[in-house]
């Protein structure tokens, strides 16, 4: 199975069952954005606009009494992916163990710079770590990045984690976003990351919205120059301990400007839940929509999940957002209508 993919639904045929009968449901997993101070600068930074503000960071006791009220509702992960640097959270070692103690699994989406200073809970506290390098060179790496210096010391950083883990965990991946001014990095960084021993190479292409257009060029990157370059590097580099992640409905989509996988309902809602450090319960993230606070009663929260799934105007989202393939699988498994063109019955 794709580590990466919504394969992972069938590990919940509970939730499954509930989308089914039309019953609301709290999240299998929230995304935690600490706060929106990032010690990157990255040219197309989806969250850039929010960190030209004064820097906020997410009230400690708040998000915790939040996490421990949501752990009993059925949350049972926790992704720190958010406006910012997750490792620049001033609690950042005291949230990671709290929420440890409290049973959940730990994900971290970070650029990595910051890891030595908390190698400990990486090692103690997580399921998987994701760097964002986007590059196979000190050269590119502070381009894209716009940083100086810092390409090393992130692999650095990935090298330890790999050396000390135990049992293979945390899963180290490394994601590539590819745009028409990195992609020649492509081949030496899927090299790098074989050879330090991480574990999958996830490539994504650089998407044309945040900061895209204002501080680096639009990306013109097309599926015909992408594809191939991807089946060439796991010709070289794919093995049974490294996988490389490519998901081509995700470019194509971005070149036709529009989702093109079919559904009827967003449910990502259903099994996610954004939390952002203003406080807000997010359902969908690429356009704000709120559900809640964090002070909110969860009642209420799954109450509004329930009710914006079946509101959201699908025509409105953006074409690259994560969540088309997660309702897309979803919708295929509760409508049969949706999955005949399949044919589910093993035929």
């Given at each position: 199975m794709?580590i990466?993919s919504?394969?992972?639904?069938l590990?919940?045929p509970d939730?499954?069952d509930r989308?089914?009968?039309?019953?609301?449901?709290?999240p299998?997993?929230?995304t935690?954005?600490?706060?929106?101070?990032?010690?990157h600068?990255?040219?197309?930074?989806?969250?850039?606009?929010?960190?030209?503000?004064?820097?906020?960071?997410?009230?400690?006791?708040?998000?915790m009494s939040?996490?421990?009220r949501?752990?009993?509702?059925g949350?049972?992960?926790?992704?720190?992916?958010g406006?910012?640097?997750?490792?620049a959270?001033?609690?950042f070692?005291?949230?990671?163990?709290?929420v440890?103690?409290?049973g959940?699994q730990q994900?971290m989406?970070t650029?990595g710079?910051?890891l030595?200073r908390?190698m400990?809970?990486?090692l103690?506290?997580?399921?998987?770590?994701?760097f964002?390098?986007?590059?196979?060179?000190p050269e590119?790496?502070?381009?894209?990045?716009?940083v100086a210096n810092?390409?090393?010391?992130?692999?650095?950083?990935?090298?330890a984690?790999?050396a000390?883990r135990?049992?293979?965990?945390?899963?180290?991946?490394?994601?590539f976003a590819?745009h028409?001014?990195?992609m020649h990095?492509?081949?030496a960084s899927?090299?790098?990351?074989s050879?330090?021993g991480?574990?999958y190479?996830?490539?994504k292409?650089v998407?044309?919205r945040?900061?895209v257009?204002?501080?680096?060029e639009?990306n013109?990157l097309?599926?015909?120059?992408l594809?191939?370059?991807?089946?060439?590097?796991?010709r070289?580099?794919?093995?049974?301990d490294?996988?490389?992640?490519?998901?081509?409905h995700?470019i194509m989509s971005?070149?036709?400007?529009r989702?093109?996988?079919?559904?009827?309902r967003?449910v990502?809602?259903?099994?996610?839940l954004?939390v952002?450090?203003?406080?807000?319960?997010?359902?969908?993230g690429?356009?704000?929509i709120p559900v809640?606070?964090l002070?909110?009663?969860l009642?209420d929260v799954e109450?509004?999940?329930?009710?914006?799934?079946?509101?959201l105007?699908?025509?409105?989202?953006?074409?690259?957002?994560?969540?088309?393939?997660l309702?897309?699988?979803?919708?295929?498994?509760?409508d049969?209508d949706q999955?005949?063109?399949?044919?589910?019955?093993?035929?």
């Amino acid at each position: 199975m794709d580590i990466l993919s919504f394969d992972k639904l069938l590990y919940h045929p509970d939730k499954v069952d509930r989308l089914r009968r039309n019953e609301r449901q709290f999240p299998v997993h929230v995304t935690l954005s600490l706060g929106n101070y990032c010690n990157h600068r990255c040219l197309w930074c989806t969250a850039y606009e929010y960190q030209l503000s004064k820097a906020k960071h997410v009230d400690y006791d708040k998000l915790m009494s939040f996490i421990e009220r949501a752990s009993k509702r059925g949350l049972k992960a926790v992704g720190y992916v958010g406006n910012g640097e997750p490792l620049a959270y001033p609690k950042f070692r005291e949230l990671s163990a709290a929420v440890n103690a409290l049973g959940l699994q730990q994900g971290m989406f970070t650029n990595g710079y910051l890891l030595d200073r908390y190698m400990d809970e990486a090692l103690n506290h997580f399921t998987y770590i994701r760097f964002s390098l986007d590059a196979g060179s000190p050269e590119t790496h502070a381009a894209m990045h716009d940083v100086a210096n810092q390409y090393e010391r992130i692999i650095d950083n990935a090298a330890a984690l790999i050396a000390q883990r135990r049992n293979k965990l945390p899963t180290v991946g490394i994601q590539f976003a590819t745009h028409h001014l990195n992609m020649h990095d492509l081949p030496a960084s899927a090299k790098m990351a074989s050879e330090i021993g991480v574990d999958y190479f996830s490539v994504k292409p650089v998407f044309n919205r945040g900061s895209v257009g204002e501080r680096i060029e639009k990306n013109n990157l097309t599926f015909d120059e992408l594809t191939p370059m991807v089946a060439e590097i796991r010709r070289q580099y794919e093995s049974p301990d490294f996988k490389i992640y490519y998901r081509p409905h995700q470019i194509m989509s971005e070149a036709a400007d529009r989702n093109i996988l079919n559904y009827g309902r967003c449910v990502a809602g259903f099994f996610n839940l954004n939390v952002y450090e203003d406080e807000k319960l997010v359902y969908c993230g690429p356009n704000r929509i709120p559900v809640g606070t964090l002070d909110d009663d969860l009642d209420d929260v799954e109450d509004r999940i329930m009710k914006l799934s079946t509101r959201l105007d699908l025509s409105k989202c953006p074409a690259g957002c994560r969540y088309h393939a997660l309702n897309h699988l979803a919708d295929t498994l509760v409508d049969p209508d949706q999955a005949a063109p399949y044919h589910p019955n093993f035929l």
